[in-house]
């Protein structure tokens, strides 16, 4: 406020600030008016960044933006903020990186820090916008030119964590919301204030409970921490069923990871999920041969590791309350004054993900599974035969000896707190695409049958002939692709495209893979199949080529990839040979992996192509003069050719499959892709299930 007093013209010294009073005395005859290029106006609507380190790792998809009030500058590039929805004692919050909200007309909130916030409802049941109103748009006649002021005691205050629903400040609206929704606090203190305070205590004490019994801390001097203690926050959750009915009241406590400091307290985080190629691989296999598959999940799970790095964190919120409630948790020598050192992992550790699955394979090779190199979250028991493939806690079980597998999911019962879902139905979750279709507001959009136009723009283009994006359109555009390649200034073109790819997904969204379909019998060798393709110069702007290929186990599209040459290629035979070589790593990885599981192999692979140029050049170094300058990784398919593990075959370009994973196609071509590859619709209810068929199909179909 010194400063803005200082920059603020007064009658008292003929109209002059203050600091320009004092310089024109001190440097005469030169201009000395304030800079006020950084000034803000004070009560201006902003989004503060949220540093990498702050996000919750959980939420991949979380907001990069939290919304506050802008209050005062603080030395020529700090601006200090009050966030609304942080908890008492952290409302202050004082950033270089601040996005401001000034003018009538400009969009309030970025779209990123809305996302997954669900609208306020009315006392009748109706939604309202879940944009802020501002004081200057109750008014009759706003002027254009000044901010909107925001009246702090009625402003409505958006909530930026991930999945919580929007409240308002306003004092008279909370019983209505709380009667008809249940609202996830984000402390504890509003927690036990609240209207399900005794749901939310019971939940609070079952999970210290539970971290007591599992020893996941010691009691110790805070003069005995080695590193400083970290703090650590309970989240809650209303858990529901399948029917969307309430099911529980959750409450985890947390460690706030972003303040672990690496060679302290942390060292390795990296823990690897079941790649996807893998899982269709070995669902493929279950239904060609018709397996059981059951299903698992580990409740808790990242608090079975158990740690190797000295961590300390501050005592837990509400434990004091706890054991003055259960006096017979209460260790000997307990004080207010002590802290806890960590055990066991907890939620929110850097660590804790890698710590969960080194113990959960000495937990699987005590049973006689070994973990596979190829993968490794997937484990090959030999002697039974029997695979396990695991996504963090959730397990897929497999096999022909069901006698085997239910043995394994008693054992697996009596080491961790296991929940049986029984045979496997659906993995990893479903329902993605009508969710996004939802948040954008096209869930009845009229759909195409197409994902892209022929011809269109496929490529990031600064300007096109100066028809750049509006700040509006840049915000939209970056919050629909999402985790796809973000353009900073994209074109209008670059809108309607991701909206037809919306549109399609509106089309297709009943659409599954199918895995399966052909009886194989035990021991009987299996077919790959492989295809690679590539177009060439298509990007138009950088001359780069698109290539793309795909992999069939009987029949069963397992994976794929498509993507942009890192470099131009100067001919079509470079190209498609540069594809062919992509595609040939794909398939030493896939005879790795069956090599591992003991699953015999029909050999030489075929991979087709549809360039005699590249096929010769697969074969036999020639074309010396126009190839010489290919990088020698991408000669790696003549090893495999040579070794007989890859034999490179000709195909015409109507039956290349792969065809379309390098360019747009019409709505014919493009039936027929979907055809070859297996993708067809299914009823919605089993959108994005697991689903396979042991009968056999006409092989003489694509």
């Given at each position: 406020m010194v400063r803005k007093t200082n920059v603020t013209a007064t009658r008292a010294i003929?109209?002059?600030?203050?600091?320009?009073?004092?310089?024109?005395?001190?440097?005469?005859?030169?201009?000395?008016?304030?800079?006020?290029?950084?000034?803000?106006?004070?009560?201006?609507?902003?989004?503060?960044?949220?540093?990498?380190?702050?996000?919750?790792?959980?939420?991949?998809?979380?907001?990069?933006?939290?919304?506050?009030?802008?209050?005062?500058?603080?030395?020529?590039?700090?601006?200090?903020?009050?966030?609304?929805?942080?908890?008492?004692?952290?409302?202050?919050?004082?950033?270089?990186?601040?996005?401001?909200?000034?003018?009538?007309?400009?969009?309030?909130?970025?779209?990123?820090?809305?996302?997954?916030?669900?609208?306020?409802?009315?006392?009748?049941?109706?939604?309202?916008?879940?944009?802020?109103?501002?004081?200057?748009?109750q008014t009759k006649t706003p002027s254009p030119q000044r901010s909107e002021v925001i009246n702090l005691q009625h402003a409505e205050v958006h909530n930026p964590q991930h999945g919580q629903t929007t409240t308002s400040m306003t004092s008279a609206m909370l019983p209505d919301l709380r009667k008809e929704v249940i609202t996830e606090p984000k402390t504890m203190t509003e927690a036990l204030q609240g209207p399900q305070r005794e749901h939310w205590l019971r939940a609070i004490h079952s999970e210290l409970r539970s971290l007591l019994t599992k020893g996941t801390w010691r009691m110790l001097d805070r003069n005995q921490a080695h590193n400083r203690p970290l703090t650590v926050k309970w989240v809650f959750k209303v858990k529901k069923n399948e029917d969307g009915n309430l099911d529980k009241f959750k409450a985890r406590l947390v460690v706030r990871g972003f303040e672990q400091q690496f060679g302290f307290d942390y060292n390795q985080t990296f823990a690897s999920v079941a790649k996807a190629a893998t899982w269709r691989i070995l669902l493929t296999v279950a239904a060609c041969l018709d397996w059981e598959i059951e299903q698992m999940d580990v409740s808790t799970a990242f608090l079975e590791g158990d740690l190797e790095e000295e961590v300390f964190i501050e005592m837990p919120e509400g434990l004091v309350e706890y054991f003055d409630q259960h006096p017979e948790d209460r260790p000997a020598g307990f004080s207010t004054e002590k802290i806890c050192k960590l055990i066991k992992s907890l939620y929110g550790l850097k660590q804790a993900p890698r710590q969960w699955q080194k113990k959960l394979k000495e937990a699987l090779e005590s049973l006689g599974f070994r973990q596979v190199t190829s993968d490794t979250a997937v484990y090959h028991n030999p002697t039974t035969g029997v695979i396990i493939i695991t996504y963090v806690d959730d397990f897929l079980i497999m096999g022909s000896n069901k006698e085997a597998i239910q043995g394994y999911k008693a054992r697996l019962g009596e080491i961790f707190i296991m929940t049986d879902l029984g045979p496997a139905s659906h993995f990893l979750g479903d329902a993605y695409f009508t969710r996004i279709l939802k948040k954008f507001g096209l869930e009845d959009c009229r759909p195409v049958k197409t994902p892209m136009e022929r011809n269109s723009l496929s490529t990031l283009q600064p300007r096109d002939n100066g028809d750049s994006a509006s700040p509006e359109e840049r915000e939209d555009y970056s919050s629909k692709t999402g985790s796809l390649i973000y353009m900073s200034n994209p074109s209008p073109a670059h809108s309607r495209l991701i909206k037809r790819g919306?549109?399609?997904?509106?089309?297709?969204?009943?659409?599954?893979?199918?895995?399966?379909?052909?009886?194989?019998?035990?021991?009987?060798?299996?077919?790959?199949?492989?295809?690679?393709?590539?177009?060439?110069?298509?990007?138009?702007?950088?001359?780069?080529?698109?290539?793309?290929?795909?992999?069939?186990?009987?029949?069963?599209?397992?994976?794929?990839?498509?993507?942009?040459?890192?470099?131009?290629?100067?001919?079509?035979?470079?190209?498609?040979?540069?594809?062919?070589?992509?595609?040939?790593?794909?398939?030493?990885?896939?005879?790795?992996?069956?090599?591992?599981?003991?699953?015999?192999?029909?050999?030489?692979?075929?991979?087709?192509?549809?360039?005699?140029?590249?096929?010769?050049?697969?074969r036999n170094p020639e074309l010396h003069q126009r190839t010489k300058h290919i990088p020698l990784t991408e000669h790696h398919i003549r090893e495999e050719v040579e070794a007989g593990n890859i034999d490179v075959q000709y195909v015409s370009t109507h039956e290349q499959v792969a065809d379309g994973l390098t360019k747009p196609l019409n709505a014919v071509s493009h039936g027929q892709f979907l055809e070859a590859i297996r993708v067809s619709a299914c009823p919605i209810e089993e959108a994005g299930r697991i689903i396979w068929s042991t009968e056999v199909h006409d092989d003489s179909v694509p």
């Amino acid at each position: 406020m010194v400063r803005k007093t200082n920059v603020t013209a007064t009658r008292a010294i003929d109209g002059l600030t203050p600091m320009e009073s004092f310089l024109n005395e001190a440097f005469p005859g030169q201009d000395n008016k304030p800079d006020l290029s950084g000034e803000r106006i004070c009560g201006s609507q902003v989004t503060i960044h949220i540093p990498q380190e702050r996000r919750l790792r959980s939420h991949k998809f979380g907001p990069r933006g939290e919304t506050g009030i802008y209050l005062c500058m603080e030395g020529s590039q700090i601006y200090t903020c009050w966030v609304p929805s942080r908890r008492k004692g952290h409302q202050i919050v004082r950033s270089a990186n601040v996005k401001f909200y000034e003018k009538v007309g400009e969009k309030e909130l970025l779209t990123e820090t809305e996302h997954d916030v669900e609208p306020e409802i009315r006392k009748n049941g109706a939604p309202i916008s879940s944009r802020p109103q501002s004081v200057t748009e109750q008014t009759k006649t706003p002027s254009p030119q000044r901010s909107e002021v925001i009246n702090l005691q009625h402003a409505e205050v958006h909530n930026p964590q991930h999945g919580q629903t929007t409240t308002s400040m306003t004092s008279a609206m909370l019983p209505d919301l709380r009667k008809e929704v249940i609202t996830e606090p984000k402390t504890m203190t509003e927690a036990l204030q609240g209207p399900q305070r005794e749901h939310w205590l019971r939940a609070i004490h079952s999970e210290l409970r539970s971290l007591l019994t599992k020893g996941t801390w010691r009691m110790l001097d805070r003069n005995q921490a080695h590193n400083r203690p970290l703090t650590v926050k309970w989240v809650f959750k209303v858990k529901k069923n399948e029917d969307g009915n309430l099911d529980k009241f959750k409450a985890r406590l947390v460690v706030r990871g972003f303040e672990q400091q690496f060679g302290f307290d942390y060292n390795q985080t990296f823990a690897s999920v079941a790649k996807a190629a893998t899982w269709r691989i070995l669902l493929t296999v279950a239904a060609c041969l018709d397996w059981e598959i059951e299903q698992m999940d580990v409740s808790t799970a990242f608090l079975e590791g158990d740690l190797e790095e000295e961590v300390f964190i501050e005592m837990p919120e509400g434990l004091v309350e706890y054991f003055d409630q259960h006096p017979e948790d209460r260790p000997a020598g307990f004080s207010t004054e002590k802290i806890c050192k960590l055990i066991k992992s907890l939620y929110g550790l850097k660590q804790a993900p890698r710590q969960w699955q080194k113990k959960l394979k000495e937990a699987l090779e005590s049973l006689g599974f070994r973990q596979v190199t190829s993968d490794t979250a997937v484990y090959h028991n030999p002697t039974t035969g029997v695979i396990i493939i695991t996504y963090v806690d959730d397990f897929l079980i497999m096999g022909s000896n069901k006698e085997a597998i239910q043995g394994y999911k008693a054992r697996l019962g009596e080491i961790f707190i296991m929940t049986d879902l029984g045979p496997a139905s659906h993995f990893l979750g479903d329902a993605y695409f009508t969710r996004i279709l939802k948040k954008f507001g096209l869930e009845d959009c009229r759909p195409v049958k197409t994902p892209m136009e022929r011809n269109s723009l496929s490529t990031l283009q600064p300007r096109d002939n100066g028809d750049s994006a509006s700040p509006e359109e840049r915000e939209d555009y970056s919050s629909k692709t999402g985790s796809l390649i973000y353009m900073s200034n994209p074109s209008p073109a670059h809108s309607r495209l991701i909206k037809r790819g919306l549109r399609y997904l509106q089309q297709t969204r009943d659409h599954g893979l199918v895995l399966g379909g052909v009886k194989k019998d035990p021991g009987s060798a299996w077919n790959i199949t492989a295809w690679a393709d590539s177009d060439w110069k298509g990007d138009t702007v950088t001359g780069r080529s698109t290539f793309g290929w795909l992999v069939q186990l009987e029949g069963s599209t397992v994976s794929w990839r498509a993507k942009r040459h890192e470099t131009v290629a100067l001919s079509t035979t470079e190209a498609e040979y540069t594809a062919l070589s992509q595609c040939a790593r794909e398939l030493a990885w896939t005879r790795n992996l069956f090599s591992e599981l003991l699953l015999p192999l029909h050999m030489p692979i075929p991979l087709n192509g549809d360039n005699q140029g590249s096929l010769k050049l697969c074969r036999n170094p020639e074309l010396h003069q126009r190839t010489k300058h290919i990088p020698l990784t991408e000669h790696h398919i003549r090893e495999e050719v040579e070794a007989g593990n890859i034999d490179v075959q000709y195909v015409s370009t109507h039956e290349q499959v792969a065809d379309g994973l390098t360019k747009p196609l019409n709505a014919v071509s493009h039936g027929q892709f979907l055809e070859a590859i297996r993708v067809s619709a299914c009823p919605i209810e089993e959108a994005g299930r697991i689903i396979w068929s042991t009968e056999v199909h006409d092989d003489s179909v694509p």
